[in-house]
């Protein structure tokens, strides 16, 4: 079973910049398709971005492109969402998912909190 704790979360100003990782356990991850995800006040989880296996291809939803970046470090088994020029409107809950497809993400954190000051 592969298990993915988040970590980086915490509390930025409008502009800065945070790393969100993913960490896993239980199996590899590079052998997953990995997607951060995020849930803001009173919304529904909506998909940020994702990146391929190896690592070689990302996708970003258009209200985060150019600003976040994401990598993996197969050496820690882990996932990072690199979040720049935070607005006030990136604030949410992000969780990471993993999975054998972009359509069957079986394996999800239990997220991390981010809140951006204006």
């Known amino acids: 079973q592969l298990q993915l704790v988040e970590s980086g979360g915490g509390l930025v100003h409008a502009g800065d910049s945070l790393t969100l990782s993913c960490a896993a356990s239980g199996r590899t991850l590079s052998d997953y398709i990995v997607a951060w995800f995020r849930r803001p006040p009173g919304q529904e989880r909506v998909l940020v971005g994702r990146?391929?296996?190896?690592?070689?291809?990302?996708y970003f939803s258009d209200s985060v492109k150019g600003r976040f970046t994401l990598s993996r470090d197969n050496a820690k088994n882990t996932v990072h969402l690199h979040m720049n020029s935070l607005k006030p409107e990136d604030t949410a809950v992000y969780y990471c998912a993993a999975g054998p497809t972009y359509y069957t993400l079986d394996f999800w954190g239990q997220g991390t909190q981010v809140t951006v000051s204006s």
């Open positions: 990146i391929t296996r190896a690592g070689g291809s990302t």
